[in-house]
């Protein structure tokens, strides 16, 4: 006992550690679910000890990038837990990229081991020759029979010690997580594990801000619980979903998984598997959900709160969830991989009935700032900025980290990109990007207010907002509408619609009437097709904004 609880003292806020101090507290618990399987604590820490182990007698070495090109899957979690056991760091892959796109991460990564589900063996198989620092490819089981030709997963364990013995870590380890694609190739955010535990982790406590004292603690409250369970609905491929996942691991909580998306599969699960958390990525799922659940057939007493981050609520969705789901606390996270948790916000009832706009309590050191880097008063609109847990910056991109983190007055801030409105409260309401800001005549339009308003038409699903070329303006407002099932959009009255909500210049001034807004697997904005899809096809007839 004590020559255990020496060890556990040399041991560092690493993420390999915060999940070993789990498993020697509930081992025997619930700790991930998938599909009709489920692995414990322990058997999810042998088997990631053994997969470690191999990489390990295969030339992987602490500081080395392992690519996981996978799906959701119990083997895509052996396999992170088993690469930071290593003190290397994980490079997710998105698993949509084509051959190129993989040829960009590959080489950028420098990835020296992949880790890759076997239906994108023939896609490997066409990058891997110009990539020769790659030296070992484990292939996990999919349910498909592609010919792969790298080391299958169940063989790799096989010839893994299921022992932990790996030696001390440290806080200062990196984590690494490519983040972007939307409108460029993806970026690496370059971080040291305690740093980006304390901001995404748990390891400072996101309702009061109050850092934890300790890595112990997490588990010590969670040996003393039972235990909730937390349905990660997005991809383990991203930050939302991975730090969903590692943080109720972590804890002691059961973490419960989907191979893909689908709104009436996920209150199957949520009533099957008794979940509590739904951790989700915004409207691009939460409609879905809740529209599923207003038909009718489900149960969802079991659910407890419903926490969403990287994309926040449209007004209309926060009113559905409020009216249908009145007992489920339902938050609003912000935050970036370049910055980590910046602020929360609970939906809720505001005075006269209505929802309230984009609007958070700022989490511990988020600020507004005017152009001279000084806080802005009440009222005022500047740049959202964070200090405290920072990221080291972009991997291999010192122009790109120059431009992401500032020192001001001795104060290292990281500049996300959003803009942002300082109300007399203390609260912060979330204009949008700077960069997908339309400024047509002068005024500033944010996408984010156009697109809630469109939402709020009973025949309209989903929008998005970009500003496209106009001679006279400089830019227009335009929109991309995806109407409900059946229906036939009456454009008029949609202008007549937007008219009663916003100022005439926000009023989209070109339509197209799209089959379904095209959105990143983690449903944010994809403004490449959007502008593309813009280009290439005429608008509907032209609306008449002021």
Not at 27 to 44: M, P, Q
Not at 127 to 137: A, E, G, M
Not at 147 to 152: D, F, K, N, Q, Y
Not at 258 to 278: Q, S, T, Y
């Amino acid at each position: 006992m004590n020559s255990n609880r020496f060890y556990f003292l040399m041991m560092a806020a690493n993420i390999a550690d915060l999940f070993e101090h789990a498993v020697d507290a509930f081992g025997e618990r619930i700790a991930v679910c998938f599909d009709e399987r489920e692995i414990s604590y322990a058997e999810l820490e042998e088997r990631a000890n053994r997969l470690a182990h191999f990489l390990h007698d295969r030339g992987v070495r602490p500081g080395d990038h392992v690519g996981l090109y996978a799906g959701n899957s119990i083997e895509a979690v052996v396999a992170m837990i088993a690469i930071y056991k290593l003190r290397a760091a994980v490079v997710n892959v998105n698993f949509r990229y084509v051959e190129n796109e993989l040829h960009f991460l590959f080489a950028d990564a420098e990835l020296s081991a992949l880790v890759h589900d076997r239906r994108f063996a023939p896609r490997v198989a066409a990058v891997l020759p110009s990539i020769p620092d790659l030296h070992t490819v484990v292939v996990l089981p999919d349910g498909t029979e592609e010919e792969a030709g790298g080391v299958p997963y169940a063989d790799a364990l096989l010839a893994g010690d299921p022992v932990r013995d790996f030696g001390e870590r440290s806080a200062d380890d990196l984590y690494l997580l490519y983040t972007g694609g939307t409108t460029g190739y993806p970026k690496g955010v370059l971080w040291r594990h305690e740093d980006v535990w304390r901001t995404l982790g748990g390891g400072v406590d996101f309702m009061t801000g109050i850092p934890l004292e300790d890595e112990w603690q997490q588990s010590q409250r969670g040996a003393v619980a039972d235990g909730m369970v937390r349905l990660c609905l997005a991809p383990l491929i991203h930050g939302n979903a991975q730090w969903a996942a590692l943080m109720a691991l972590f804890a002691g909580d059961t973490v419960v998984m989907l191979p893909h998306f689908e709104a009436h599969e996920v209150w199957r699960v949520i009533d099957r598997r008794r979940v509590n958390v739904v951790v989700l990525i915004g409207d691009a799922m939460a409609r879905p959900i809740i529209e599923a659940y207003a038909r009718g057939g489900y149960d969802g007493s079991s659910m407890v709160a419903v926490s969403s981050s990287g994309a926040l609520f449209s007004p209309v969705v926060k009113r559905q969830y409020l009216e249908l789901l009145p007992n489920v606390l339902v938050t609003d996270a912000i935050g970036a991989s370049e910055t980590g948790f910046t602020g929360l916000g609970v939906v809720a009832d505001v005075p006269g009935g209505a929802v309230e706009d984009p609007r958070v309590m700022p989490g511990p050191d988020t600020v507004v700032l005017d152009a001279d880097g000084r806080p802005v008063p009440p009222g005022g609109v500047g740049r959202l900025a964070k200090s405290g847990y920072l990221p080291l910056g972009y991997y291999k991109d010192p122009e790109k980290t120059a431009a992401l983190l500032t020192e001001i007055d001795g104060v290292r801030y990281a500049f996300p990109g959003d803009l942002a409105r300082l109300e007399e409260d203390g609260t912060i309401t979330l204009l949008g990007r700077g960069s997908t800001c339309v400024n047509t005549g002068g005024e500033k339009v944010f996408p984010e207010e156009v697109e809630g308003a469109l939402k709020t038409h009973p025949d309209v699903f989903d929008a998005l907002v970009i500003g496209v070329p106009d001679e006279r303006l400089g830019q227009r407002v335009a929109a991309l509408v995806q109407a409900r099932p059946g229906v036939k959009l009456d454009l008029a009255g949609v202008e007549e619609h937007l008219r009663e909500r916003i100022a005439g210049y926000k009023v989209p001034r070109a339509i197209w009437l799209v089959d379904e807004i095209h959105r990143t697997i983690s449903g944010k904005a994809d403004y490449r097709w959007a502008h593309q899809h813009a280009a290439d096809h005429p608008a509907e007839e032209p609306t008449h904004a002021d």
